[in-house]
C-alpha cells in the first residue's frame, strides 16, 4: 500500500536520481557478474565493482556520506534496489559487514569511524568475529581469552572458534577479558588487525566434511589501546548489540531458514516411495508427516510477512526456521534411504549428496547464532517476563 | 497480510473490552450453573446485536454492515478468549450460505434478521460423530426430506437450518425453517455446555424455494469459511489459556522459587508463544484470503484449521498441567478451555482431517 501511493506521485528529483543511478550502472556494473554463481570466487571483476560501488557509497547506502556510504533516504534505497535488480546487480558488501558496520557507527569514537568505515565500504578490510571460546558457547560471558594491559598496548592470549569468513578476513572484532575478577563487567569489545604477529588461523572440518569455521590462536597478539570499541569492561553491552542486529538482520533476510538443495519433498516422496491409485503417497504415515510439515512451512512464511523486526519475531522466526530446515532434511533422507546417505561418488546423484550434506550441516541451525535453547530463555524471559531463579543460600 | 484499517482496530479493541468486561468467563460459569439448558447467553447475545456484530458478513442491502471476514475474526477471537457463549459463528456461517445460495427469498427472509441477530442459524451437515460433511444420507424424495443430522452446534436455538441433503442423486443445501413440521431436535449434555443437538427429519415437507444454489461446490465454500471462523475463535481461546497460564507461572511458589524461574517450564512457554504466533499468521491470511477471493481458500481454511486445533491442543493441556492439582479443579476455568477446546477441534474437522485434506489438495 505504502509503495503504492509512493509511485503514483514521484517526485521529480527521484525520477532523476532513478536515471543518474541507472546511467551509472550501465556504464560500471559487468554483465557477466549478473549470473550469481560469477560472483562466488573473489576474481578482478567481483574486485572491480565492488571498489566501483565503494567509492560510490552504495553499498552502504544509508549510511552518511562521510563515512563511505551514500546518504541516501528510504525512499532512495528503495530506487538503488530496484535498479540493481533490474540488471541483475547486487550489492558486493556482505552480512557480515553491514551488521558490524552498524555496531562500529553506534559505539565507535570519530577517529574509529572515520578510519574504519570507508574502508568497510570498499571491502579494503573485511571483517570476522571473534567472540565463542572452546569454554564459551551459549555461555559466552563466560569467554577467557586474556587482553592484558601493557604500556604499548593490550596484549592479546586465546583462543576462539566458529568464526566464519577468517580465511577471507584482515580484520577481526574480538571480546576479550579485561578483568578476571567480574564476569559482564569485565569484558571489552577489541578490533584486531589479524596481520599482528601472533594471530593464527585454523579452519574446523565439520561433520558434513566442509570448513565454513575456523578456530583462531592468538598468541601475544600486540593491541593498540585506541582499537577498544566503547569502553574498556564495557564490551558486553556492544555485543549485545551486535548479537541484536545480527539476530533480526538474519531473521529479517530469510537467508538460512529452509532452503533445501533439490525438488520439494513431496515430488520427492512421490517419486521414491511411490503412490497409490489415487495419487496417494502409499506410506500414510509418512504422507501425514509430509502434510504436517508442509503446513509449518507454510505457517512460518506467512509469519514472515506478518512480522515487524523486533527481538520477539526474530527468536520465533530462528526457531521455526531451524525446526523446519531440519524436519524437511531428516524427511529427505527417510524418503531417498541409503540413496541419501551417500558420502561421495558416481553411485550418488549432485541432488542426493547435497541433500545429505545439507541434512549434516543444517544441524547448525539450532546451534549457531544463539541455539534453540538459548531463543528460548530470550522468549521467556524477554518477551513473556518469566522471573529469574532466586539463587539458594 | 494486509495491515488493519482503524475501523477495524477500534472494532478488534471494542469487542476486547465488552468480552472483558460484560462478558468474562464467570458469565460463562453462571450459564452452566443455571440450569437452563440454554447453551448460550441470552443477555450477551442481545448485546452482541445491538453492536451489530452478527452483521458484519451480511451485505448492506441487506440490512447488514457489509464488514468482512477479517473483521468478523477480530470480533470472535476477542469473544473466544472468555468463553463468550454465542452463536455468533453459527450465525455468519448461515448468512454465508444463503448470500453465496444466491437465493433472492431467502436472502430477504432470513438475512435481515441474522444481520439483527433476530434470528439464529446453524450449519446441519454432518450425519457422523466425527466431521465427514460428503457424507449425505439424509435424501428429499417427492419433496419430503428424512434423515438425521447430528451434533449440531447451536441447533436448539435455531431459527433456521442449512441442511445437506441428497436431492435426484446430488448433494444440495437447503435453507430450512425449524418450525417446519417433522423437525425434532434432541438437545445434547456436551462438556462444554454449550447448545448442541441431534436433529431429526422425519418426513418434512421440503418448499422448493428453499434450496440454495451451488451444491457441493457451495457446501465447500460454506465450510471454508466457517473452518476459517472456528479458527479464529480457536486461536481466541488459546491466547487467553496461555496468558492465564503464563501470569500463574510469574504467582505460584514452589521450593522456595516462582515456578515461572524454573527452565523446563520457561522453555514449554516460550514453544507454546511460538505456535501461537505462528498459527496467528496462519488465521489472519485465512480471514484475508476469504476476503480477497482467494482461490486457494480450501488449502488456507486446512492450514488455518490444522494450525489452530494443534496449538489449542497442546496449550489448554499446557494450562491443565502447568496449573496442577488446581487446573483439575471445576472452581478454576482451565477446564472450561479445555472442553470448549476439544469440542471445537472435533466440530469442522480435527488437526488430522485437514492433515489429510492438505495432502489431497496437493496432490500427494
Known sequence: ?393 | MIALNEEQIMLRDSAYDWAQECSPVNAFRKLRDSQTGLGYDPEAWHHIAEMGWPGIVVPESQGGLEFGHRSLGLVLEALARTLTASPLLSCAAVANAIVLGDNQSMSEEWLPKLALGEAIGALACDETARHNPERVSCEIKDGYLSGKKLFVHEGNAADVLIVTAKLNGNIELFAIPTTTKGIKRTPLDMSDSRDTAHIEFDSVAIDPTWQLKGGKLLLTTVLNRARIYAAAEMQGLARQAFETTVEYLKVRSQYGQLIGAFQALQHRAAKMFTELELTQSCVDAALDAIDEGDENISEMASVAQMMACETTNLVTNEMIQMHGGVGMTDEHDAGFYLKRARVLEAWLGNAAFHRERFAVLNAF
Open chain 1, 1 to 393: 500500500m505504502e509503495e503504492l501511493s509512493s509511485r503514483t506521485e514521484q517526485a521529480p528529483v527521484a525520477e532523476d536520481l532513478r536515471l543518474a543511478i541507472r546511467e551509472w550502472l550501465s556504464e560500471n556494473f559487468p554483465p557477466a557478474l549478473a549470473v550469481p554463481a560469477a560472483r562466488e570466487t573473489e576474481t578482478e571483476l567481483v574486485k572491480q565493482w565492488r571498489t566501483a560501488m565503494g567509492e560510490k557509497g552504495w553499498c552502504m547506502p544509508t549510511w552518511p556520506k562521510q563515512y563511505g556510504g551514500g546518504g541516501f533516504s528510504k525512499e532512495e534505497v528503495r530506487i538503488l534496489n530496484q535498479e540493481l535488480e533490474r540488471i541483475g546487480a547486487y550489492n558486493p558488501v556482505g552480512t557480515r559487514e553491514t551488521v558490524f558496520g552498524e555496531t562500529l557507527k553506534h559505539y565507535g569514537t570519530e577517529e574509529q569511524k572515520s578510519y574504519h568505515l570507508p574502508k568497510m565500504v570498499r571491502g579494503e578490510f573485511s571483517w570476522c568475529q571473534g567472540f565463542s571460546e572452546p569454554g564459551a558457547g551459549s555461555d559466552l560471558a563466560g569467554l577467557q581469552m586474556k587482553a592484558e594491559e601493557t604500556p604499548e598496548g593490550y596484549l592479546l592470549n586465546g583462543q576462539k572458534i566458529w568464526t566464519s569468513g577468517a580465511t577471507e578476513s584482515n580484520w577481526c572484532f574480538c571480546l576479550v577479558r579485561t578483568d578476571t575478577t567480574r564476569k559482564h563487567d569485565g569484558i571489552s569489545f577489541i578490533l584486531v588487525d589479524m596481520n599482528t604477529p601472533g594471530f593464527e588461523v585454523r579452519p574446523i572440518r565439520l561433520i558434513d566434511g566442509s570448513s565454513p569455521f575456523c578456530e583462531l590462536f592468538l598468541t601475544d597478539v600486540l593491541v593498540p589501546k585506541e582499537n577498544i570499541l566503547g569502553e574498556v569492561n564495557k564490551g558486553w553491552e556492544v555485543a549485545k548489540f551486535q548479537l541484536q542486529v545480527e539476530r533480526t538482520t538474519v531473521a529479517t533476510s530469510k537467508k538460512g531458514h529452509g532452503s533445501i538443495p533439490g525438488p520439494g519433498i513431496k515430488d520427492l516422496a512421490c517419486e521414491h516411495v511411490g503412490t497409490d491409485d489415487a495419487g496417494r503417497l502409499v506410506d500414510a504415515d509418512l504422507r501425514s508427516r509430509i502434510a504436517s510439515h508442509l503446513v509449518k512451512e507454510k505457517a512460518f512464511n506467512l509469519t514472515f510477512k506478518r512480522a515487524a523486526a523486533g527481538p520477539a519475531v526474530a527468536s520465533v522466526l530462528k526457531n521455526a526456521g531451524s525446526d523446519i530446515r531440519q524436519t524437511r532434511a531428516e524427511l529427505s533422507i527417510e524418503v531417498l534411504g541409503h540413496q541419501g546417505l551417500g558420502w561421495s561418488g558416481d553411485a550418488f546423484t549432485e541432488d542426493e549428496l547435497a541433500i545429505n550434506k545439507s541434512f549434516l550441516f543444517g544441524k547448525s541451525a539450532s546451534i549457531a547464532a544463539g541455539s534453540f535453547e538459548i531463543q528460548y530463555n530470550i522468549l521467556s524471559k524477554r518477551i513473556l517476563g518469566l522471573p529469574e531463579m532466586k539463587s539458594k543460600v
